[in-house]
């Protein structure tokens, strides 16, 4: 059998994508990116300028006005509600500023939702746990926990069900400065160890050293800043 000559797909491609809430407020023009499979990408830009709005366009949570968003290869508009909801169950992985673990579930079962909404056997939870630095703390309850492990707690549970795209909204807008710098290298290595693509949105710059690629959002377009070296793993180092 000869090997398929087929292109690799890009995790995420948005093609010519515009979206504006009035005449006087467009917000994306005409974008075009795309991120391929184990690439970490930092999205930057002034407040309001539309950071939100992309990451809502990507998943599925808003409507282009034209243009298309693929994930994987599949372009979210030609899905109906069912198919989208089912590919952000499948696709996608998100963490948030404020984590959103929910306090009445023990961490393991936090970690497991994305496995019990896919019909996945739960198994792997503990196995994320271990890989964030919380091993044999499955049984334990969020309220026990620092705000660094919560967002830990929420990187195994965007992780666990092996998404092709990670969207991270200021994953470290709640935690102080050594706390970021950790979970941020735990985002990075965990991100490229199961194969994800991510795209975080942050103000910080110390957050954004930590990616591959750094991209600032203006005038509806997204323009390049700097490209990461492939042995860079911490700001410090650069």
Same mark, same amino acid.
């Given at each position: 059998?000869?090997?398929?000559?087929?292109?690799?797909?890009?995790?995420?491609?948005? &093609?010519?994508?515009?979206?504006?809430?009035?005449?006087?407020?467009?917000?994306?023009?005409?974008?075009?990116?795309?991120?391929?499979?184990?690439?970490?990408?930092?999205?930057?830009?002034?407040?309001? !300028?539309?950071?939100?709005?992309?990451?809502?366009?990507? @998943?599925?949570?808003?409507?282009?006005?034209?243009?298309? !968003?693929?994930?994987?290869?599949?372009?979210?508009?030609?899905?109906?509600?069912?198919?989208? *909801?089912?590919?952000?169950?499948?696709?996608?992985?998100?963490?948030?500023?404020?984590?959103?673990?929910?306090?009445?579930? *023990?961490?393991?079962?936090?970690? @497991?939702?994305?496995?019990?909404?896919?019909?996945?056997?739960?198994?792997?939870?503990?196995?994320?746990?271990?890989? !964030?630095?919380?091993?044999?703390?499955?049984?334990?309850?969020?309220?026990?926990?620092?705000?660094?492990?919560?967002? &830990?707690?929420?990187?195994?549970?965007?992780?666990?069900?092996?998404?092709?795209?990670?969207?991270?909204?200021?994953?470290?807008?709640?935690?102080?400065?050594?706390?970021?710098?950790?979970?941020?290298?735990?985002?990075?290595?965990?991100?490229?160890?199961?194969?994800?693509?991510?795209?975080?949105? *942050?103000?910080?710059? @110390?957050?954004?050293?930590?990616?591959?690629?750094?991209?600032?959002?203006?005038?509806?377009?997204?323009?390049?800043?700097?490209? &990461?070296?492939?042995?860079?793993? &911490?700001?410090?180092?650069?």
């Amino acid at each position: 059998m000869q090997p398929s000559d087929s292109p690799v797909l890009p995790a995420l491609e948005c &093609r010519a994508l515009s979206k504006a809430y009035d005449v006087k407020r467009v917000v994306l023009e005409r974008l075009d990116f795309a991120l391929g499979a184990g690439e970490f990408v930092a999205i930057m830009g002034d407040s309001g !300028v539309g950071k939100s709005t992309l990451l809502n366009l990507i @998943a599925g949570l808003d409507h282009a006005d034209s243009g298309d !968003v693929l994930i994987d290869g599949t372009p979210v508009s030609t899905l109906d509600d069912d198919a989208a *909801t089912r590919l952000r169950r499948q696709k996608l992985g998100f963490v948030f500023q404020a984590f959103h673990v929910l306090p009445h579930l *023990t961490l393991a079962q936090n970690v @497991a939702l994305p496995l019990l909404l896919n019909g996945i056997a739960p198994a792997r939870a503990n196995e994320m746990l271990a890989a !964030v630095g919380l091993e044999g703390r499955g049984d334990d309850m969020p309220r026990q926990l620092s705000g660094g492990e919560l967002q &830990r707690v929420a990187i195994a549970r965007a992780l666990v069900h092996r998404p092709t795209l990670i969207l991270a909204d200021e994953p470290t807008g709640n935690l102080d400065p050594d706390t970021a710098h950790e979970v941020l290298a735990l985002l990075r290595e965990e991100t490229k160890a199961n194969g994800a693509a991510a795209m975080m949105v *942050t103000h910080s710059e @110390a957050a954004a050293a930590f990616a591959d690629r750094v991209l600032v959002l203006s005038d509806g377009k997204l323009h390049a800043t700097h490209v &990461r070296s492939s042995h860079a793993l &911490r700001p410090s180092d650069e």
